[in-house]
């Protein structure tokens, strides 16, 4: 997401909101795993610490997305590389996001309350 914000960034003259976007989105994804690689290896940041801020991340990226969506719609660049991009983004981002969250409670749930 981030090569392609930085490669497209100019292919709306004036509206570069999808760019941005993109570069945004790109940028906090990279975060997370990073984060949990540093906590699993060194174990140099607390994990309460770790899962804050994973929380904090995500809660960003949603808004992020929200955000995203609603420069995406309104976007008068439609027939560009870049909308398509964004599009071709947001949609897998909307669907993980859709459906990530019910499928880690019910993994909480099974685990909680399986039989030993």
Do not use: R
Request: some cysteine.
């Amino acid at each position: 997401m981030i090569t392609v914000g930085i490669l497209d960034y100019n292919l709306c003259p004036g509206h570069t909101k999808l760019a941005i976007y993109l570069i945004g989105q790109g940028a906090t994804y990279v975060v997370i795993p990073i984060l949990t690689s540093c906590w699993s290896c060194c174990h140099c940041i607390s994990g309460k610490l770790i899962t804050y801020i994973c929380v904090i991340i995500g809660l960003f990226n949603v808004a992020w997305g929200i955000v995203g969506s609603i420069w995406l719609h309104a976007s008068p660049c439609k027939e560009s590389l870049l909308f398509t991009h964004a599009v071709g983004f947001s949609v897998p981002t909307w669907i993980l996001f859709c459906l990530l969250p019910p499928a880690c409670c019910c993994y909480i749930c099974y685990w909680c309350c399986k039989d030993d």
